[in-house]
């Protein structure tokens, strides 16, 4: 009996070997373009979404720091590393990712317009092994309403060139002016440090600033805030995230904590089984998704008076220095 013992206990580490190799670790990497409080605020919600689901994950996070070179390098780095699924939070990343990873699954985050990118042929499904999440936002209405608050009859716009999502809403922008009968002013740039000198090029030509979800602007918000405050001019935002610290007129969108959780709960149904290409392209479409945000100084600082509509609307109120959230 005594020389059975070694191979049972050989033969019974090869059943625990076998038992935890259906929990392996599992290993996802998350990218994101730049770094600031909306893309955080996405990953964050990617992070818990997943792990409120009992998996055992590896976390890979990447930051290219506004640099499309850097994006592909992680890329290639994710495709190295073999990682489950890889998550691209911003449309150059995500690109990256889906240009690079053929067979690895990809999932996308905050991509305004997935179709122009090149992400997917369809909203309806996604494409051999990529889909995800849309933070397309109602570009038109808000400027009719920042028009229409604000009393503007022109209109600053500053966006990314090399960044297909902001090419594509800059058509919508100019949809939006078309609309609202007022006159556009528009100025690219390609890196956030052209942030501060394209809204001092443009100050003096315009009543106010509207922002689209382009990262780049947002990474070097806080030049832009300074710009328009000391002109007295106001700004609206699609990203409330960028508004909280104050110095945003008006800002409403959806709250990207949230969209996060949403691709988080796509990578979920990945891992459980389900293929990327049977995924339809998520929209945040719930009014529980989205903020609205009014910002009482900047409102006194540009002498404009906010109708009661829209603050007993508001479920954040900055005054005073102060954020408040209903």
Do not use: W
């Not at 499309?68 to 780095?77: C, G, K, L, M, Y």
């Not at 690219?188 to 009543?207: F, L, N, P």
């Not at 508001?314 to 005054?319: D, G, L, Q, R």
Request: aromatic share 6%.
């Amino acid at each position: 009996m005594k020389k059975l013992i070694p191979f049972v206990a050989a033969a019974a580490a090869c059943m625990i070997l076998a038992s935890c190799g259906g929990n392996k670790k599992t290993t996802i990497g998350i990218a994101k373009i730049v770094q600031h409080p909306a893309l955080d605020a996405v990953e964050q919600g990617i992070i818990d979404a997943i792990n409120e689901n009992g998996f055992d994950v590896e976390y890979d996070l990447q930051n290219a720091n506004g640099d499309v070179n850097t994006a592909a390098q992680i890329a290639s780095v994710y495709k190295t590393k073999k990682v489950d699924v890889a998550v691209g939070i911003a449309t150059p990343v995500a690109v990256a990712l889906a240009n690079t990873l053929k067979t690895t699954p990809v999932v996308f985050g905050t991509v305004t317009d997935p179709i122009a990118a090149g992400l997917v042929d369809s909203l309806d499904k996604g494409k051999d092994n990529v889909t995800g999440m849309s933070d397309q936002i109602p570009t038109v209405e808000h400027i009719k309403q920042f028009a229409k608050v604000a009393n503007i009859k022109t209109l600053g716009y500053i966006y990314s060139s090399n960044e297909a999502n902001s090419v594509s809403s800059l058509e919508l922008v100019k949809q939006g002016c078309k609309e609202a009968g007022i006159e556009l002013v528009e100025q690219s740039i390609t890196t956030s440090s052209e942030v501060k000198s394209a809204a001092e090029a443009i100050i003096k030509r315009v009543d106010g600033i509207y922002l689209t979800t382009d990262n780049t602007v947002f990474s070097a918000i806080a030049s832009l805030v300074d710009v328009f405050g000391k002109a007295k001019k106001p700004i609206f935002s699609g990203d409330v995230t960028a508004a909280k610290d104050g110095g945003i007129f008006m800002a409403s969108g959806f709250n990207y904590y949230k969209a996060g959780r949403a691709t988080g709960e796509m990578v979920v149904q990945i891992l459980n089984g389900k293929k990327p290409a049977d995924m339809p392209v998520r929209f945040m479409t719930e009014p529980s998704d989205s903020d609205l945000l009014i910002d009482l100084d900047a409102a006194k600082n540009c002498g404009i008076t906010i109708p009661a509509e829209y603050l007993n609307s508001a479920n954040m109120i900055f005054e005073n220095g102060k954020l408040t959230e209903k």
